[in-house]
C-alpha cells in the first residue's frame, strides 16, 4: 500500500488521471495478492460508464468495495467517503487529494459537498455513492437514503445502478482478513435524469429499489 498510494499522492497535485491509474493499479494488485477476482457485468456495454454519470451501489456488503470497483474502472471515479473512510492511512490521503468528497454528520457542510459531487457529474465526471450510506450485516437490503437520487436530479446525469455479489464472502463485515473468492460487479440498465426535478425524487427512490429488489431476488434464488 505505502509505495503505491504514497507515489499516487505524490503525483496527484500534478495529474490527477496520472494518480487515478495509480490507484487503480494498487487496487487490481491488491485484489490479485489476497486472490480476489473481481468480474464486471454490463446490461448495456462497458461503454456506458464513458459518458460518466452517477454509480449509485444498490448493496453495501463490505469495505472491499471501493477497492473492487477501483480495480476495474478505466474511467476516474469520485467517491463519497464518510470523515472515517478518508482518514485510511494512504488510501484516504491519496483519494481526498484526489478530490473525493468528505461527508461529515452535519446536514450543511454535507449538502455543501454534494454539490460539489453534482458538478463533477454534470461535467462529465464518474461519481460512485451508496443508495444505502452503511453496511448490510445480513446481506439484505436496507433503507435507501434520497441522497443517492437527489445528487443524480441535480446534476442531471444518468443513473448506473451496480448490484455486488460475493463480496461479503471477501470481506465481511467486523473482519479484517481476506478471503480469496470472487466478486461481481454488475452494472444493470442506466435510468436517466434528464427532465426530472427535486419533486420526482421519491419516485426514481422506488423506481431504484424496485431495480436492486429484483436483481436481489434473483441473486437469492440462484444461491
Not at 476516474?76 to 487529494?97: D, H, Q
Not at 455479489?165 to 436517466?192: D, F, K, N, Q, S
Not at 431504484?208 to 437469492?220: D, G, N, T
Amino acid at each position: 500500500m505505502a509505495p503505491m498510494l504514497g507515489a499516487a499522492i505524490i503525483v496527484a497535485p500534478i495529474s490527477l488521471d496520472s494518480s487515478w491509474r495509480i490507484i487503480r493499479s494498487w487496487g487490481h494488485t491488491t485484489m490479485k495478492i489476497f486472490g480476489v477476482v473481481v468480474e464486471v457485468k454490463f446490461e448495456n456495454g462497458q461503454s456506458q460508464l464513458a459518458q460518466g454519470g452517477v454509480i449509485v451501489v444498490l448493496n453495501q456488503q463490505s469495505l472491499i468495495v471501493p477497492t473492487a470497483i477501483s480495480s476495474r474502472s478505466d474511467k476516474r471515479l469520485m467517491g463519497i467517503w464518510n470523515i472515517e473512510y478518508a482518514l485510511i492511512p494512504f488510501l484516504g490521503w491519496a483519494t481526498s487529494l484526489m478530490g473525493w468528497i468528505i461527508v461529515r454528520q452535519w446536514p450543511r457542510q454535507s449538502k455543501r459537498q454534494l454539490h460539489k459531487a453534482a458538478l463533477y457529474a454534470k461535467n462529465g465526471g464518474l461519481i460512485v455513492i451508496s443508495a444505502e450510506g452503511k453496511r448490510s450485516l445480513d446481506g439484505e437490503l436496507m433503507p435507501y437514503k434520497k441522497g443517492a437520487v437527489v445528487l443524480p436530479i441535480e446534476s442531471q446525469a444518468v443513473i448506473h445502478p451496480l448490484y455486488i455479489t460475493g463480496a461479503m464472502h471477501c470481506l465481511p463485515v467486523g473482519e479484517w482478513r481476506i478471503r480469496p473468492g470472487t466478486v461481481v460487479l454488475h452494472y444493470l440498465e442506466p435510468i436517466p435524469t434528464k427532465g426530472l426535478t427535486y419533486d420526482d425524487r421519491n419516485s426514481l427512490l422506488e423506481k431504484l429499489r424496485a431495480v436492486a429488489e429484483v436483481e436481489h431476488a434473483q441473486y437469492k434464488q440462484a444461491n
